[in-house]
């Protein structure tokens, strides 16, 4: 190809060349800036024209479309890791930043994006954006149990490669699969070589397997919470149907309580324990979506539902306190779930829900040292009848009583909460997976 255009070349007239020169110079600019566009955002860090189109596999049937090239890498190559550019490879930069990596997980595209808009300014992540091979720093604790003298995550994968085909090449989901199937098989995690621990025989291998199953430890990798901060700033009091196919309605949304001692709305403190729990199930390895995240948004109940159908959460847990007049003595935590003849759940999703409400409530209750109060099982409760999933209200407190008001808008006592309901998820999913 190179060859042919050289002789057109020599075969113009060299007035015209440097007509033609001039002309073609502003275009080539233009182009280049153009093509590492798409929909008005800019890739020109990951990704280059020229380079795709040549050096990727996907990346050459696009040469000579620029606009085609650049939509097939946003759309699907940057889904599949290709490299797009020399300066930067994604295996490389999620394989160099750990601490990226517990945020980011397994979304690729994510990479892209960090690096396109902050990463390329800083030395330490410029230094990673090609040239790495192995995982670096690879998760090692299970739970609350660390792993490190019997498992290094580039041993194991190497030694089993068939574990990356089935979970993905993500270093807490190998970690799982090594404790919840590789020591069941006596797999070696480490090279026994290097340390004696590190054979299955050893008796520390037999030690770490007794203390996983003692101490209950369980890692959240592959599951889903969706986690829904109860009522929005401002309420929503025209009405929807209680459950799907039902003629009786409630409110869409309210407005919920207001704490006369804090001074502070019910929504505002539900969102503040939702986004600690959220942070506390992230690091414990869950995926959580969250029905909202600011105070300003309108989600009726049924909406709020059908966003954890389509987040294909495992569970729902909705985030509210309580509030009743003249009862400035009650206190404590407890639950909302379907009651047993729920007509619009199964019964596999009822019985779940209740186990869920039990475990929560109790969890909650060890970690703040609240009193336990009686658990509700209702059938008129819309996002409960709505959600294809196990889901519970969580009524974490009285803001009609002064000091759990005050309590429940101290950010300390939000952690407790956020770290007990996190123990409670735990549990649920130890008894259910
Ligand atoms: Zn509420």
Redo the contacts with the bound molecule.
């Keep these: 190809m190179r060859g042919a255009s050289l002789k057109t070349r020599r075969a113009v007239p060299f007035a015209m060349l440097l007509v033609l020169l001039v002309l073609a110079a502003p275009c080539t600019v233009f182009a280049g800036n153009a093509t590492s566009k798409y929909k008005g955002v800019s890739y020109s860090r990951v990704y280059d024209y020229e380079y795709y189109t040549t050096e990727t596999t996907y990346g050459k049937r696009y040469a000579g479309k620029p606009e085609k090239a650049i939509a097939h890498f946003v759309r699907y190559g940057m889904k599949r890791g290709e490299q797009a550019i020399a300066s930067f490879d994604v295996k490389s930069y999620r394989y160099g930043c750990p601490k990226l990596r517990r945020e980011l997980g397994t979304d690729l595209p994510a990479y892209y994006m960090h690096y396109q808009k902050t990463g390329y300014k800083r030395a330490y992540y410029r230094k990673r954006a090609v040239g790495i091979s192995e995982m670096q720093e690879a998760i090692t604790k299970y739970g609350k149990v660390e792993l490190k003298s019997i498992y290094d995550y580039n041993y194991y994968v190497n030694r089993y490669p068939a574990v990356i085909r089935k979970v993905g090449d993500d270093d807490r989901a190998v970690l799982k699969y090594f404790v919840t199937k590789g020591m069941k098989k006596n797999q070696t995690g480490r090279d026994p070589e290097k340390s004696e621990k590190a054979s299955p025989k050893s008796a520390a291998y037999k030690k770490l397997k007794k203390k996983i199953k003692s101490t209950h430890s369980f890692d959240g990798t592959g599951l889903i919470v969706c986690i829904d901060p109860?009522?929005q700033a401002v309420g929503d009091y025209s009405h929807e149907a209680i459950g799907p196919g039902s003629g009786t309605t409630k409110p869409k949304v309210t407005s919920?309580?207001y704490g006369h001692w804090s001074h502070k709305n019910?929504f505002e403190i539900?969102l503040e324990v939702s986004k600690k729990l959220r942070d506390e199930l992230k690091a414990r390895g869950y995926t959580v979506v969250m029905t909202r995240t600011t105070h300003n948004v309108h989600i009726t109940n049924i909406e709020r539902a059908q966003f954890a159908n389509k987040s294909k959460a495992d569970i729902m847990v909705r985030i509210?306190?309580n509030d009743i007049d003249g009862a400035s003595s009650l206190n404590g935590v407890f639950c909302y779930a379907a009651a047993g003849n729920n007509r619009f759940l199964s019964q596999k999703v009822i019985t779940r829900g209740q186990r869920l409400a039990v475990l929560l409530r109790d969890a909650q209750a060890a970690a703040t040292g609240q009193r336990k109060g009686g658990n509700f099982y209702e059938n008129d409760m819309t996002g409960i009848n709505w959600a294809k999933m196990p889901c519970v209200i969580v009524e974490m407190g009285y803001m009609s009583n002064p000091s759990e008001d005050m309590r429940l808008a101290n950010s300390g006592f939000q952690m407790k909460i956020a770290k007990g309901l996190a123990n409670g998820i735990d549990q649920y999913f130890l008894e259910f997976t």
């Design positions: 109860g009522h919920g309580a019910e539900n509210h306190a």
